[in-house]
């Protein structure tokens, strides 16, 4: 008798269009995707003459496909998507090209240098390379050995090309889409993986999956859906190619090496909604482990609830195993109800089938409701909301009953009733929305699950302590530029002392004055830079864990213009008449800096003024003060943030300056009975615009008057004599001084012969 041993083989990933995981770099689902196809490619053009060398396989596509719109790019957005894995470095390596190589016209995809990299064979005029640069590449080496998924997407509409890589945008710069010219000889010039006739161009590594899109630019969502193992399906475009995989047309490998493909189109408008799932494969052997060719395999889902259908939207299909003794299912895709459940495999003549256990997953994310807080024993302001889609987050998922739950020690939160669990269905947009939560007496952080078959969500929640803020200041009012602390002081019941952060903030203007850190209820700032005027402060206690925010009432601080002082110093005190005095007045205010001017009074009257203060400080300089005492006093004329104010009076005492007297007698010697002129000169000490006046009296020894002359304008006094006796005569001039000028004298010696 012979007994026939069926074994069941789940290979997600591995010789299918499967579902993958990820959206970084990676290998897809199950392990790698078909060893068997490194370094091996397929081609198709025209009507299926090979066009590479013998050294490489390619396979044909069937003529039935050749005249379908979907292998004719030109003139239409279009995509292409895959994915590969290599070491290859080097020029442009070749996946993907559609056009004519030999006219030079038409698009490529490939590695170059390790990026992936789109070209425009610009040989048509209308895109010269000139004026068209034809290159675009990643900006990520991806020649690293590991599996990635590749996206071209060529928007016509919106005149720009994009490259994708591990479903992520990747190129290195834009590139304007060009519309060469379409004179291409066959409609259906299109290649997978081979290179050119030369070995120079041939892609080395391994290759899966590819799926090219005519009149279709995949928007970033479809590239992930593509990469996480979906098909974006549109009419009648879609061309799809598995290397060694029984889905679809089955095409012969040409080449030498026999490693056959299979390629279908797509026509349907419907995506599907889970996703396409695990490739199912039945490995059928004797009872001495031979494998059985050539025997019917039969794979049916479940009728109903959680479930899938085949190609073509069957539930059962029927395969038969290859050489190797495995029949491989088509492709699955899940049906719109989560849940697992069982996909059988049954050969005629074994009552037992092979069984596959199967979850359709779905999406679930908290959409609403987290994270939040609010004060223990009061509700939460937000309910909790989750969104449920598929797995790739393209269609909603409604009527799915979604279970929330919260936790029932330390701190949680209840729904009405009390309750810690509620259920709430789904509706037309896939939101399910809980009943409100009300928090317990516990402060502190908790988890809310929302859990939906297949898939579960978390709500980050809190129960915060109320607390109580208050804002003081250690000098109110201040005066300006005058330090003062701001302390936060946060209190809570219990005598917990809260720690968080506070901020200060000045109401009257819109500004932040601090930000200040709260320790064991306490904070505090020191500032100076608060202007003059009245300040609405406010401190706002927030991110404090287990404590809910407050803010303070407001402190109106008072902040007024800073007091000032003056005081004065001379340069000379005393000082002489006509000699020149500096007056400075230093401007001290209370705090910061002083600005403004400064007016000098003697007396009543205005000597000099307005100054402008220089570094607090306003002078003036003078030598017309008169003989006598003078009470100089400055007034300083304040500033918007400081007060005016007058100095104490200074006495600037001004003394006679002394005088210098110079006699001159002429002629000199003179002859007895001859006329003889003395001339007394008289200055001041210094000098200045006012000369001295009074009289010179000249004598001769023991007191002799000779004569007495007013000081003239020109401060000079002559005396003309023809009475001077002969001899040498020792004649002096007195000067007899002013109100300004001391007294003087000097003398000169007459010879008379």
């Given at each position: 008798m012979l007994f026939l041993l069926l074994m069941v083989l789940l290979y997600a990933g591995s010789l299918c269009h499967a579902q993958y995981v990820g959206t970084a770099a990676g290998t897809p689902a199950g392990g790698p995707i078909n060893n068997a196809v490194a370094g091996h490619w397929f081609q198709?053009?025209?009507?299926?003459?090979?066009?590479?060398?013998?050294?490489?396989?390619?396979?044909?596509?069937?003529?039935t496909f050749q005249d379908s719109p979907a292998l004719r790019v030109h003139g239409k957005p279009f995509s292409v998507a895959f994915w590969y894995r290599s070491t290859q470095t080097g020029p442009f390596r070749l996946l993907w090209e559609n056009g004519e190589v030999f006219g030079n016209t038409g698009y490529v995809v490939g590695l170059h240098n390790g990026y992936i990299a789109f070209e425009e064979l610009n040989g048509d005029p209308a895109c010269p390379f000139t004026t068209h640069p034809d290159w675009l590449h990643g900006s990520t080496a991806t020649n690293d050995g590991n599996w990635h998924h590749a996206a071209v997407v060529a928007d016509r509409d919106n005149a720009h090309t994009y490259v994708y890589k591990d479903g992520v945008r990747d190129d290195d710069g834009t590139l304007a889409y060009c519309d060469p010219a379409d004179n291409i000889s066959s409609p259906s010039n299109q290649w997978y993986g081979i290179g050119r006739n030369s070995s120079d161009y041939d892609f080395a590594g391994d290759v899966e999956h590819f799926t090219s899109w005519a009149g279709v630019a995949l928007t970033a969502d479809e590239v992930k859906y593509h990469m996480n193992g979906g098909m974006p399906q549109y009419g009648n475009v879609g061309v799809w190619y598995e290397f060694e995989n029984a889905v679809g047309q089955r095409v012969p490998d040409l080449g030498p090496n026999h490693y056959d493909g299979h390629v279908s189109f797509f026509s349907s408008d419907a995506n599907p909604l889970l996703g396409p799932g695990p490739a199912f494969q039945a490995y059928v052997v004797d009872p001495d482990g031979v494998p059985m060719p050539r025997v019917e395999i039969v794979f049916t889902a479940p009728a109903t609830g959680p479930s899938g259908t085949f190609i073509n939207g069957l539930r059962t299909v029927k395969v038969t195993t290859d050489p190797n003794g495995i029949a491989t299912a088509p492709l699955f895709t899940a049906n719109g109800i989560p849940g697992s459940y069982t996909v059988n495999a049954k050969m005629e003549s074994i009552t037992a089938p092979a069984r596959f256990s199967v979850t359709n997953r779905v999406s679930i994310t908290a959409s609403a409701g987290t994270p939040q807080s609010t004060t223990v024993q009061t509700p939460f302001t937000y309910p909790l909301q989750v969104a449920v889609t598929d797995p790739n987050n393209l269609n909603p998922m409604p009527n799915l009953t979604v279970t929330f739950k919260a936790p029932t020690t330390g701190a949680f939160a209840t729904f009405p009733g009390g309750l810690a669990t509620v259920t709430a269905v789904t509706n037309a947009s896939g939101l399910a929305t809980s009943p409100g939560l009300t928090a317990n007496n516990v402060a502190g952080a908790f988890t809310v699950t929302a859990t939906v078959t297949g898939g579960s969500a978390n709500f980050s929640l809190a129960n915060s302590t109320a607390t109580t803020t208050a804002l003081s200041s250690s000098v109110n009012p201040s005066a300006y530029k005058q330090s003062i602390t701001l302390t936060v002081n946060v209190t809570a019941p219990a005598s917990n002392l809260p720690s968080g952060t506070a901020y200060i903030d000045d109401t009257t203007l819109g500004t932040r004055v601090a930000t200040i850190t709260v320790t064991k209820?306490?904070?505090?700032?020191?500032?100076?830079?608060?202007?003059?005027?009245?300040?609405?402060?406010?401190?706002?206690?927030?991110?404090?864990?287990?404590?809910?925010?407050?803010?303070?009432?407001?402190?109106?601080?008072?902040?007024?213009?800073?007091?000032?002082?003056?005081?004065?110093?001379?340069?000379?005190?005393?000082?002489v008449f006509q000699q020149s005095v500096t007056i400075t007045a230093t401007v001290t205010p209370q705090f910061g800096t002083a600005t403004g001017t400064v007016t000098f009074l003697d007396g009543s009257t205005v000597v000099a003024g307005p100054v402008a203060l220089a570094s607090g400080k306003a002078s003036f300089s003078t030598s017309t003060l008169t003989v006598g005492s003078h009470s100089i006093t400055a007034v300083y004329s304040g500033d918007a943030n400081v007060t005016g104010s007058t100095s104490p009076a200074f006495i600037q005492t001004v003394n006679q300056a002394p005088s210098k007297v110079t006699l001159a007698a002429s002629p000199n010697p003179a002859a007895v009975g001859q006329s003889v002129t003395l001339t007394a000169t008289v200055v001041g000490v210094p000098s200045g615009a006012v000369r001295p006046t009074g009289t010179v009296t000249f004598t001769l020894p023991g007191n002799t008057v000779l004569g007495s002359v007013a000081v003239n304008s020109s401060g000079k006094a002559k005396l003309t004599l023809t009475t001077l006796p002969a001899g040498s005569n020792v004649i002096t001039a007195t000067y007899g001084g002013d109100s300004n000028f001391t007294g003087n004298f000097g003398t000169v010696t007459e010879v008379v012969q």
């Amino acid at each position: 008798m012979l007994f026939l041993l069926l074994m069941v083989l789940l290979y997600a990933g591995s010789l299918c269009h499967a579902q993958y995981v990820g959206t970084a770099a990676g290998t897809p689902a199950g392990g790698p995707i078909n060893n068997a196809v490194a370094g091996h490619w397929f081609q198709q053009r025209g009507n299926g003459t090979a066009n590479v060398a013998v050294n490489y396989d390619f396979v044909s596509i069937p003529n039935t496909f050749q005249d379908s719109p979907a292998l004719r790019v030109h003139g239409k957005p279009f995509s292409v998507a895959f994915w590969y894995r290599s070491t290859q470095t080097g020029p442009f390596r070749l996946l993907w090209e559609n056009g004519e190589v030999f006219g030079n016209t038409g698009y490529v995809v490939g590695l170059h240098n390790g990026y992936i990299a789109f070209e425009e064979l610009n040989g048509d005029p209308a895109c010269p390379f000139t004026t068209h640069p034809d290159w675009l590449h990643g900006s990520t080496a991806t020649n690293d050995g590991n599996w990635h998924h590749a996206a071209v997407v060529a928007d016509r509409d919106n005149a720009h090309t994009y490259v994708y890589k591990d479903g992520v945008r990747d190129d290195d710069g834009t590139l304007a889409y060009c519309d060469p010219a379409d004179n291409i000889s066959s409609p259906s010039n299109q290649w997978y993986g081979i290179g050119r006739n030369s070995s120079d161009y041939d892609f080395a590594g391994d290759v899966e999956h590819f799926t090219s899109w005519a009149g279709v630019a995949l928007t970033a969502d479809e590239v992930k859906y593509h990469m996480n193992g979906g098909m974006p399906q549109y009419g009648n475009v879609g061309v799809w190619y598995e290397f060694e995989n029984a889905v679809g047309q089955r095409v012969p490998d040409l080449g030498p090496n026999h490693y056959d493909g299979h390629v279908s189109f797509f026509s349907s408008d419907a995506n599907p909604l889970l996703g396409p799932g695990p490739a199912f494969q039945a490995y059928v052997v004797d009872p001495d482990g031979v494998p059985m060719p050539r025997v019917e395999i039969v794979f049916t889902a479940p009728a109903t609830g959680p479930s899938g259908t085949f190609i073509n939207g069957l539930r059962t299909v029927k395969v038969t195993t290859d050489p190797n003794g495995i029949a491989t299912a088509p492709l699955f895709t899940a049906n719109g109800i989560p849940g697992s459940y069982t996909v059988n495999a049954k050969m005629e003549s074994i009552t037992a089938p092979a069984r596959f256990s199967v979850t359709n997953r779905v999406s679930i994310t908290a959409s609403a409701g987290t994270p939040q807080s609010t004060t223990v024993q009061t509700p939460f302001t937000y309910p909790l909301q989750v969104a449920v889609t598929d797995p790739n987050n393209l269609n909603p998922m409604p009527n799915l009953t979604v279970t929330f739950k919260a936790p029932t020690t330390g701190a949680f939160a209840t729904f009405p009733g009390g309750l810690a669990t509620v259920t709430a269905v789904t509706n037309a947009s896939g939101l399910a929305t809980s009943p409100g939560l009300t928090a317990n007496n516990v402060a502190g952080a908790f988890t809310v699950t929302a859990t939906v078959t297949g898939g579960s969500a978390n709500f980050s929640l809190a129960n915060s302590t109320a607390t109580t803020t208050a804002l003081s200041s250690s000098v109110n009012p201040s005066a300006y530029k005058q330090s003062i602390t701001l302390t936060v002081n946060v209190t809570a019941p219990a005598s917990n002392l809260p720690s968080g952060t506070a901020y200060i903030d000045d109401t009257t203007l819109g500004t932040r004055v601090a930000t200040i850190t709260v320790t064991k209820g306490v904070g505090s700032y020191k500032t100076s830079a608060l202007a003059v005027g009245v300040h609405y402060l406010q401190a706002a206690f927030t991110d404090g864990a287990g404590f809910t925010p407050s803010v303070s009432p407001a402190l109106i601080q008072g902040v007024s213009q800073a007091s000032s002082t003056v005081s004065l110093k001379s340069s000379r005190a005393p000082s002489v008449f006509q000699q020149s005095v500096t007056i400075t007045a230093t401007v001290t205010p209370q705090f910061g800096t002083a600005t403004g001017t400064v007016t000098f009074l003697d007396g009543s009257t205005v000597v000099a003024g307005p100054v402008a203060l220089a570094s607090g400080k306003a002078s003036f300089s003078t030598s017309t003060l008169t003989v006598g005492s003078h009470s100089i006093t400055a007034v300083y004329s304040g500033d918007a943030n400081v007060t005016g104010s007058t100095s104490p009076a200074f006495i600037q005492t001004v003394n006679q300056a002394p005088s210098k007297v110079t006699l001159a007698a002429s002629p000199n010697p003179a002859a007895v009975g001859q006329s003889v002129t003395l001339t007394a000169t008289v200055v001041g000490v210094p000098s200045g615009a006012v000369r001295p006046t009074g009289t010179v009296t000249f004598t001769l020894p023991g007191n002799t008057v000779l004569g007495s002359v007013a000081v003239n304008s020109s401060g000079k006094a002559k005396l003309t004599l023809t009475t001077l006796p002969a001899g040498s005569n020792v004649i002096t001039a007195t000067y007899g001084g002013d109100s300004n000028f001391t007294g003087n004298f000097g003398t000169v010696t007459e010879v008379v012969q």
